[in-house]
């Protein structure tokens, strides 16, 4: 079983800045693909990046690409999603989540067995 603690959330104004770090418990972080996806209200959950077991990986959606870096440093068993020039569309629910199978970056919901409980990010205009 794999627990994924989310952390950094908050309001921010637009253009500002937050970085988000999801902890993970378990021996074996390093072999997982993470993801972060996140969910606004009355949307559904939205992929926002991946990246594979060794960071050497990454992969985002158009609508954060250039503007978030997903990044992880696995003697923390942590990953990060920094996040610059935010909109007021990027308000929504923040949710990191675990791959312990394949350990590549994917965009599926389905691939992911692990999610954590989520951390609110507020942007206002």
């Known amino acids: 079983q794999v627990q994924l603690v989310e952390s950094g959330g908050g309001l921010v104004q637009a253009g500002g800045s937050l970085r988000l770090a999801c902890v993970a418990s378990?021996?074996?972080?390093?072999?997982?693909?993470m993801g972060w996806f996140r969910q606004a209200p009355e949307k559904e959950r939205e992929f926002v990046a991946a990246i594979s077991w060794s960071g050497g990986s990454t992969y985002y959606a158009d609508s954060v690409k250039g503007r978030f870096t997903i990044s992880r440093d696995n003697t923390k068993n942590t990953v990060y999603l920094r996040m610059d020039s935010l909109k007021p569309e990027d308000t929504a629910v923040y949710y990191c989540a675990a791959d312990p199978r394949r350990g590549i970056p994917t965009m599926y919901r389905g691939s992911y067995d692990y999610w954590g409980q989520g951390t609110q990010v507020t942007v206002s205009s």
């Open positions: 378990g021996r074996t972080f390093s072999r997982y693909g």
